[in-house]
């Protein structure tokens, strides 16, 4: 059975234990605005980027309309910017509020942000106005052509309409910007096959098997 009888603690050991205590209970007392480790610490910029950061991750795991409330908190404490505003469009058009994202996208035109606000009314339009859409993916690849996903889509819609010499342009360009995209190399290697070229040999088999189904 244990004893139930209080231990002996030496003195020294007692005092040692009283000094911890008296200095927890300071550092307990301490603001916390004081201490270097607490959140408000982080300066406004720091915090106005890890929220950004949270809203784009949100868009790349596909949780659009988490994305769009935590845009709305975003705005409402630090202000509208272009580059939030881009980021509602993209969710508002991978939500089906395709008139909202237009309206949004139309806003940026004239801004930074122009190439990747023309290239969301391009895929607005492509279902219904796919002649549309491919003007304004010209226009996008004018903007910024080195971005390979504008070319990727230019390429692809012309496909669609068997524009054949605007598709091999804008493929070609996709495929050599991004050589790690197998999405584009497979466009590529499709517009091959309906051309009669198939030249497909040195694809990788992920690739072929896409391109087969």
């Not at 209080?6 to 005092?15: E, G, I, L, T």
């Not at 915090?47 to 991750?57: F, H, M, P, S, V």
């Not at 050589?179 to 091959?192: C, F, H, I, K, S």
Request: charge should be neutral.
């Amino acid at each position: 059975m244990r004893s139930t009888h209080p231990r002996y603690v030496p003195a020294a050991v007692a005092s040692g234990a009283l000094a911890i205590a008296l200095a927890l209970l300071a550092g307990c007392a301490t603001p916390p605005q004081q201490t270097a480790a607490t959140p408000a610490a982080i300066s406004p910029v720091g915090q106005e980027k890890t929220y950004l950061e949270l809203i784009d991750g949100l868009m790349k795991q596909g949780a659009y309309h988490a994305a769009l409330a935590h845009l709305d908190g975003f705005e409402r404490d630090y202000g509208p910017r272009d580059g939030t505003r881009l980021l509602r469009a993209d969710a508002e058009r991978l939500t089906g509020e395709r008139e909202a994202a237009a309206t949004h996208y139309e806003a940026l035109l004239n801004s930074p942000y122009r190439a990747s606000a023309l290239h969301g009314l391009a895929l607005i339009a492509a279902p219904t106005d796919p002649a549309r859409a491919i003007a304004l993916l010209d226009d996008a690849t004018r903007a910024d052509p080195t971005r390979a996903s504008l070319w990727n889509d230019l390429g692809f819609l012309a496909l669609q309409q068997a524009d054949w010499p605007r598709a091999a342009r804008a493929l070609g360009r996709a495929a050599e910007l991004a050589p790690d995209q197998p999405r584009y190399q497979a466009n590529l290697a499709l517009y091959r096959e309906l051309v009669g070229q198939p030249q497909a040999a040195d694809l990788p088999p992920d690739v072929l098997a896409r391109i087969q189904r």
